[in-house]
């Protein structure tokens, strides 16, 4: 479904990415993990074109995106969770929503509207028209995930969602990201939290300095001591 | 009630003002380029008017209806050249170092400016007022030219439209979305390089309607670009950068301000929009409505 191959991205001179090869089948669930400045966050960047790739190839869902315009990327179906407080802090809840709605004709599942989402996370609904800015941690979280479900994407990327949420939160959220597997929506996950992707994912790769050092099953590197060692787990 | 008389004249500045400050506002938020070049759409909606309008009044139905075609033709002409500018020469800068955005915007201005000298010569132009449109009222004793209260009520009609787009239409919330994260947006599916294009385009739009619209009140010459460009932007920087609702605030303060200098102490005059920017920078670096940058 996506594939990354020997992608290298710069921020202006330093080199990022040195090579990243990654795969992820449809419906399957992969984490990215590492620690802090290995080039996960980039990884996704480059993957939406938002950060874009000076060398490799990215193909998603057998079409070349490696050079599309971000707005195409995000149209051929796939949606990214942003890492911190992305959301539009000016816009009403409702608002944020409607601005990433889209009507896929094949969506994963039953399909995502607004009022699905309000199902899902009844917190929201109650936000409807708060202002997005006053949103506290846990809800621009669920405000983030649900952005990006209205989006009806083929293929979801989550960027540190667990970042200083409350042990509950992480919890719920778990839950819910389960739910998304179930219903077959593919997934990267990038997180310091490794434990908490381990156990959402099947696979993993783990990034340092902007290479893949280790890959495989999540069983498998959980049981490695050089792997847990190297996460600090 | 040469006061009041005053605060007509303020108020009647403060409309032009505000539909420059406006685009200027909403393309350097959207954007992020100052767009020195923005005074420059104004001149040209002045002079397209001259052209099209001519100094002669010859029969005064004729000349309402020249006018009134003007006032569309000219924003329209102008818009479209502003799309143009946008696409052509400030597509491949974004994202560039701000030096080199302020030096093409800068050097924008300059040929523009150049332009115009080509068409329309560096006489000064004077278009009459159309017929209907002249005369005086007398409110609470002060005179307050008929022209004046039509400049007035055009620059409140756009900023209630303007009101209406950003806080009530989907396109509204994607361009204050844009403002805030454009990347973001874009990464949620919208062509965020077409939005800026048409922000730009309604931008100049709007500077291109009061360079059509002030054409009657004072004499049209290349330097009016300049002229109001300092002036618009003190406006743009009081209300906060990116703020349209701001922009209107500023453009009362300055338009009050340089009212209450004539009033007051006239050969300072200049210097009193300075001193309102000053107050309100110091009380709120990120001016009125601003947000401070990250």
Do not use: K, V, Y
């Given at each position: 479904m996506l594939s990354l191959q020997d992608i290298h991205s710069f921020y202006g001179r330093s080199h990022i990415l040195q090579g990243v090869s990654l795969e992820v089948e449809a419906g399957e669930t992969v984490a990215l993990l590492g620690r802090n400045g290995v080039g996960k966050t980039t990884t996704l960047r480059t993957i939406m074109g938002l950060t874009p790739a000076r060398k490799g190839v990215i193909i998603f869902d057998q079409q070349d995106?490696?050079?599309?315009a971000t707005h195409r990327i995000a149209r051929a179906g796939l949606a990214l969770v942003p890492s911190?407080?992305?959301?539009?802090?000016?816009?009403?809840v409702r608002q944020n929503l409607l601005l990433a709605q889209s009507h896929s004709k094949?969506?994963?599942?039953?399909g995502w509207t607004i009022g699905r989402i309000y199902d899902t996370f009844p917190k929201l609904a109650k936000l409807d028209s708060r202002r997005a800015g006053f949103l506290s941690g846990g809800e621009q979280q669920m405000l983030k995930l649900g952005r990006a479900l209205v989006a009806n994407p083929r293929f979801l990327l989550l960027d540190e969602l667990t970042e200083g949420l409350a042990p509950a939160i992480v919890g719920d959220l778990f839950m819910w990201l389960k739910q998304l597997q179930d219903e077959g929506l593919g997934m990267l996950i990038c997180e310091q939290n490794a434990l908490f992707a381990l156990d959402l994912a099947q696979r993993a790769y783990i990034l340092d300095k902007g290479q893949i050092r280790h890959q495989g099953t999540a069983d498998k590197l959980r049981g490695s001591k050089e792997v847990m060692q190297y996460l600090g787990v | 009630m040469y006061g009041l008389t005053q605060l007509f004249s303020g108020l009647t500045t403060a409309a032009l003002l505000f539909l420059v400050a406006a685009g200027l506002t909403m393309i350097f938020g959207g954007l992020r380029i100052i767009n020195v070049a923005h005074g420059s759409f104004y001149m040209y909606g002045a002079f397209i008017v001259s052209s099209l309008v001519g100094t002669a009044l010859t029969s005064s139905a004729h000349a309402t209806a020249l006018f009134w075609t003007a006032l569309i033709v000219a924003p329209l002409v102008v818009a479209a050249l502003g799309a143009l500018t946008e696409y052509l020469v400030l597509r491949p800068l974004y994202g560039r170092e701000h030096l080199l955005q302020l030096l093409a915007t800068f050097a924008l201005f300059y040929i523009f400016t150049g332009v115009s000298l080509l068409f329309w010569g560096g006489q000064y132009r004077s278009i009459s007022i159309p017929p209907m449109l002249q005369g005086h009222l007398t409110v609470l004793g002060a005179t307050l030219p008929v022209y004046n209260g039509f400049i007035m009520l055009i620059a409140v009609a756009v900023g209630l439209f303007m009101w209406w787009l950003l806080q009530r239409t989907p396109l509204g919330w994607r361009i204050r979305a844009a403002v805030e994260d454009p990347e973001m947006l874009a990464a949620m599916g919208t062509n965020v390089r077409g939005l800026f294009t048409g922000v730009f385009t309604l931008g100049t739009f709007l500077a291109g309607l009061a360079g059509a619209i002030v054409g009657p009140t004072q004499s049209v010459t290349t330097g009016l670009g300049a002229q109001i460009l300092v002036s618009a932007f003190i406006v743009a920087v009081i209300g906060g950068l990116g703020s349209v609702a701001g922009a209107a605030i500023g453009a009362i303060i300055i338009g009050l301000s340089q009212a209450a200098g004539v009033l007051w102490a006239p050969q300072f005059e200049s210097a009193f929009i300075y001193v309102a920017m000053i107050l309100v920078l110091a009380i709120r670096p990120s001016g009125l409505l601003g947000v401070p940058e990250q």
């Open positions: 995106i490696t050079r599309q911190g407080r992305r959301i539009f802090s000016n816009l009403t094949s969506p994963i599942g039953e | -």
